[in-house]
C-alpha cells in the first residue's frame, strides 16, 4: 500500500537521522564529474546572493549549501525537516564561526512571518516533497519572501530520466527512476535505506511557480553535456575542459538547458506597484 504525505515524510526524516552522521562523506561524491556538478550548482546560488540578502535555505541537511551562502550573506537561516541533520549544519557553522540560524519544520508550512527573506535557497531537497505538498511549497516560498526576492533551486530532471537511468552524481546514493526512490547503499549500518523522490521538468517547475505567483528568470542545466558522455570520454583533461567551456557558455539556453541531469532555476516575486 502507498504510504500517505504524513507517512513519507516520518520515513524521510527517519532516514535522514540514520545517515546524518555519514552524510558529509556521501555527498558530493567523488569524481571529477561530482566536482563539476558541485561547482555548478554553488556557483548557480552566490551568483544570485548578495551581501545584503536575508536568505532561508530550506531543506538545508547538513549545511552543504547554507555554510558557502553564510560566507557571503548578511544572515542565513537553515531549515531542514531532520534535527540530526541540523546538528551537523550547526556544529559546522560553528566550527567556520558564523552566525546561522537553525530550525526544524515543514517546508510545506514554513514558521516564518510574510517578506522576511530576500533569498529562499533549495538545493535536492525538494525532490522529497510528498507531490501532493508541492504546490503549498511553492506558495510558502512566495509568502515568505519580500518584493522582488528570489527563490534558487536545484532538481532532478525528469527529461533526462526519459532518456536514462544512469546516475552522474554521487553514486553511492542511487536514484531508481523506475520506483521514484532514492536508495542509499554502502551506509555505516549495512542496511540499504529507500527514500521517495520525484523529479521535475522543465514545464513542471515553470507551473509550479506561475501557480504560486513566482516569474522564472532563468533555468539552466547541470552538466547538460558531460552527463550523456561515458566516463572514459571525461578522464581526458582536454576533452574535460572542453566539455566544461561549452556547457558553462550553453548551459543557460534551450533546449540544452533542459538536457541537464538536474535543473537550476531561478524564480523571483514580484514587486508591488503602488
Excluded at 54 to 64: A, F, K, N, S, Y
Excluded at 212 to 236: C, F, K, M, Q, Y
Amino acid at each position: 500500500m502507498k504510504a500517505n504525505t504524513s507517512q513519507q515524510k516520518d520515513l524521510i526524516a527517519g532516514i535522514y537521522h540514520r545517515i546524518a552522521g555519514e552524510y558529509d562523506e556521501r555527498i558530493p561524491g567523488f569524481t571529477a564529474l561530482d566536482a563539476t556538478f558541485s561547482d555548478t550548482e554553488i556557483s548557480f546560488v552566490l551568483d544570485r546572493v548578495t551581501a545584503d540578502d536575508e536568505v532561508l535555505d530550506i531543506g538545508c541537511g547538513t549545511g552543504r549549501i547554507t555554510i558557502p551562502v553564510a560566507h557571503r550573506a548578511k544572515a542565513v537561516t537553515g531549515f531542514d525537516l531532520t534535527e540530526a541533520m541540523l546538528e551537523q549544519a550547526a556544529r559546522k557553522a560553528a566550527e567556520a564561526n558564523l552566525d546561522v540560524r537553525f530550525e526544524q519544520g515543514d517546508m510545506a508550512a514554513l514558521p516564518f512571518p510574510d517578506d522576511s527573506f530576500d533569498a529562499v535557497v533549495s538545493m535536492l531537497a525538494l525532490m522529497h516533497v510528498p507531490p501532493a505538498d508541492h504546490p503549498r511549497v511553492f506558495s510558502e516560498v512566495r509568502r515568505v519572501l519580500r518584493p522582488g526576492g528570489r527563490l534558487i533551486i536545484g532538481v532532478k530532471n525528469s527529461v533526462f530520466e526519459r532518456f536514462s537511468s544512469a546516475d552522474r552524481f554521487a553514486t553511492v546514493d542511487i536514484t531508481d527512476v523506475e520506483n521514484k526512490e532514492l536508495v542509499f547503499t554502502g551506509t555505516r549500518e549495512g542496511d540499504e535505506l529507500r527514500a521517495p523522490w520525484h523529479s521535475f521538468s522543465p514545464d513542471d517547475l515553470k507551473r509550479l511557480t506561475a501557480v504560486a505567483g513566482l516569474v522564472p528568470v532563468s533555468l539552466r542545466g547541470n552538466i547538460p553535456l558531460s552527463a550523456w558522455l561515458a566516463d572514459s570520454v571525461l578522464e581526458t583533461a582536454e576533452v574535460a575542459g572542453a566539455v566544461r567551456t561549452l556547457e558553462t557558455l550553453l548551459g543557460d539556453l534551450p533546449p540544452l538547458n533542459h538536457l541537464g541531469y538536474h535543473l537550476l532555476m531561478e524564480a523571483v516575486k514580484p514587486a508591488v506597484h503602488s
